[in-house]
């Protein structure tokens, strides 16, 4: 069957990556794609939010299945969009309608569907510039540090986390007069969750669903987790604290009750469910969800599955994902991304890579590269990401660090210490 992915990350370079493998692939086409989706793909250019370009190409390339990458289109309806369409009705989409899709698109949406639906996560109140003072009087009711975050989607920057009273009022004073556009009008105030985290993903078709792989990323940009956050600078999966008796803790407590929500809650979800966990003394706890695989950890969790994801796929799109077969890699696999100098603040683009041709034991996913006639360039802030297999995190690492130093680019940055915490 013909496929079409929607994004141009390294998320996408993953998913491209083992959708080529399966054998009941046809064409593979990624929209808009870089330079190593365009490897194992066709690189279509076409926006993710562009959807009557999109209905267009999927019609004419006669696609059956459009893989959703980022959360910007979902939560704009491109689910709904084809389902309302009558040519584009019968093409399966994985990722979640815009009813679902609120689990990400509102952090208030998220936790009134927690609290309804009996999943653990912290005590929080949501706020306005109708009632600030209400806001200012629950920030004295907590412990430091204090939690703040934008109700809407705002590109990963929406969560503060701060230690002073005064500033966290003031920032909150500020979240909801625009700081952050119309994404802080409404902001959520939460208890502090202590404790390390993890996420655990899952795939459902709405009935019955996998759990897939854990993992651990890092966002922080400095070593030992300092500096400002960025989209994730790493990530080991599994994560060793995790064992099948957490995880089992998991299914019960957090991922059945979320399953079961959404369909007392009449949502029809079909796609991925990222569950971003806290664990304090083996008791899990949600810090948020979303509505699509992270990135980098779909680099380290897609690897590790050994079945034929478009057949996963195809169970999602036809509600027979129960009786699909799930088989996982039981080695450990690290990411280590490689970044633009600057990042995550001001950076360059366009700086020619090389060293493609040196790396050995380890799979590179392309994250903000594009083609430059017969070099590849550097084309965002991530840039690439260095997957690696061993029997231990630290086997693993050391490919993806070895391989780290073989590509070259200008101003080139990761961090050398992934994993810090777990080994």
Do not use: C
Request: hydrophobic letters at 40%.
């Amino acid at each position: 069957m013909n496929v079409l992915i929607l994004g141009s990350g390294g998320r996408e370079h993953a998913f491209a990556w083992k959708l080529a493998q399966s054998k009941k692939l046809n064409n593979l086409f990624i929209a808009p794609g870089n330079a190593g989706t365009a490897a194992v793909g066709t690189n279509v250019e076409i926006g993710v939010n562009d959807f009557d370009a999109i209905k267009e190409f999927v019609l004419v390339n006669d696609i059956k299945i459009v893989v959703v990458g980022p959360e910007d289109p979902l939560v704009n309806g491109v689910h709904d969009f084809f389902l309302a369409d009558e040519e584009l009705k019968n093409v399966g989409v994985i990722g979640p309608k815009k009813d679902g899709a609120e689990l990400e698109g509102s952090k208030e949406f998220s936790k009134i569907f927690m609290e309804k639906h009996g999943v653990p996560t912290a005590k929080y109140q949501s706020f306005t510039t109708a009632n600030l003072e209400a806001g200012y009087t629950f920030l004295e009711s907590l412990k430091p540090p204090y939690v703040l975050k934008a109700d809407g989607l705002a590109a990963g920057k929406g969560v503060l986390i701060l230690d002073d009273l005064a500033e966290a009022k003031t920032e909150l004073a500020n979240m909801t007069n625009g700081k952050f556009g119309n994404a802080s009008a409404t902001v959520v105030i939460e208890e502090f969750l202590h404790g390390i985290e993890l996420s655990v993903f899952v795939l459902t078709d709405g009935e019955s669903y996998k759990i897939l792989p854990s993992a651990k990323d890092y966002k922080r940009i400095g070593e030992g987790d300092v500096g400002l956050n960025t989209g994730g600078m790493g990530a080991i999966s599994p994560v060793p604290f995790a064992d099948q008796a957490y995880l089992d803790k998991v299914e019960e407590l957090v991922v059945k009750p979320t399953i079961a929500g959404l369909k007392a809650d009449g949502i029809d979800y079909k796609g991925f469910i990222f569950i971003g966990l806290m664990n304090d003394n083996g008791n899990p706890s949600v810090v948020e969800y979303n509505v699509r695989m992270g990135d980098p950890e779909t680099e380290v969790v897609i690897p590790r599955i050994k079945s034929d994801l478009l057949d996963l796929f195809e169970g999602v799109a036809n509600q027979t994902l129960g009786e699909k077969t799930f088989e996982v890699d039981e080695r450990t696999a690290t990411t280590v991304m490689l970044v633009s100098g600057g990042y995550p603040e001001a950076y360059e683009k366009g700086k020619v890579m090389t060293g493609f041709d040196a790396i050995e034991n380890s799979i590179p996913f392309h994250a903000g590269t594009k083609q430059d006639g017969e070099n590849v360039v550097t084309s965002g802030g991530r840039v690439l990401a260095l997957t690696s297999f061993g029997d231990t995190i630290q086997e693993a690492l050391s490919h993806s660090f070895a391989n780290a130093e073989k590509i070259n680019f200008e101003k080139k940055n990761y961090r050398k210490d992934i994993g810090f915490d777990l080994v």
